[in-house]
């Protein structure tokens, strides 16, 4: 089975830039989507296509996808960012994955 | 603007089969762009892929759950639905109904979830 590896927690200071990974065997050559979900409430893509975003959503969300590494950047952090983000890709075996989860914390 | 609306019983029995239903509004579920999908998550946890439907009919479902699950859709009512069989503790969660885009298999519009509950 195709497992995604996302780290528990990632702190930022408002203003500053938010990294969150996604780590996979030879993701980069996956298309990796990536979800907003904060409490009480379903998730909202953010990413599609590795680095597309929604209408709607800001483009201080980008994202990027080489090697075994996607990464979710946030740029200028706000307090509403604040959330859990998931990675999700497709996989010929595992079909649908989803990450474990990454809770942003906003310091 | 498309919406998902979960419905369905909050509280199941162990051994009993879980049954939900996803009503689309805002769209046709007819459309062959899309699937229609159940994602489930337990409370504090992650997010768990149940399994998909196309409106041929044609499902997919995760192989952890392949056995206990059934996904059927019911084009006149715009509606697809859910039937998680041998249901036990370990299947407690919010259940999402979500629309997935069938070239990139991403999500773009979820339900807003209904928590089921199995216990006696």
């Known amino acids: 089975s195709y497992v995604l590896t996302q780290p528990p927690s990632v702190s930022v200071a408002p203003g500053k830039t938010a990294r969150i990974t996604c780590g996979g065997n030879?993701?980069?050559?996956?298309?990796v989507h990536w979800y907003q979900q904060k409490p009480g409430q379903a998730p909202v893509l953010v990413i599609y296509?590795?680095?597309d975003r929604p209408s709607g959503i800001p483009e201080r969300f980008s994202g990027s996808n080489s090697g075994n590494t996607a990464t979710l950047t946030i740029s200028r952090v706000e307090a509403g960012d604040e959330a859990d983000y998931y990675c999700?890709?497709?996989?010929?075996?595992?079909?649908?994955?989803f990450g474990g989860g990454t809770k942003l914390t906003v310091l | 603007q498309v919406q998902l609306q979960e419905s369905g019983p909050g509280l199941v029995k162990p051994s009993q089969t879980l049954s939900l239903t996803c009503t689309v509004s805002?769209?046709?579920?007819?459309?062959?762009?899309?699937?229609w999908s159940w994602i489930r998550q337990p409370a504090g946890k992650g997010l768990e892929w149940i399994g998909r439907?196309?409106?041929?009919?044609?499902?997919n479902y995760n192989p952890s759950l392949k056995s206990r699950v059934t996904i059927s859709v019911d084009t006149s009512k715009n509606q697809f639905s859910l039937k998680l069989s041998s249901v036990t503790a370990a299947d407690t969660a919010v259940y999402y109904c979500?629309?997935?885009?069938?070239?990139?298999?991403?999500?773009?519009?979820w339900g807003q979830g209904t928590l089921v509950t199995v216990s006696s």
């Open positions: 979500a629309r997935g885009l069938a070239a990139g298999l991403y999500f773009d519009y």
């Open positions: 296509y590795d680095s």
């Open positions: 439907i196309y409106t041929s009919g044609s499902t």
């Open positions: 805002g769209g046709s579920i007819s459309s062959g762009s899309y699937y």
């Open positions: 999700q890709v497709w996989d010929s075996s595992s079909d649908q994955v």
């Open positions: 030879n993701i980069g050559s996956k298309s």
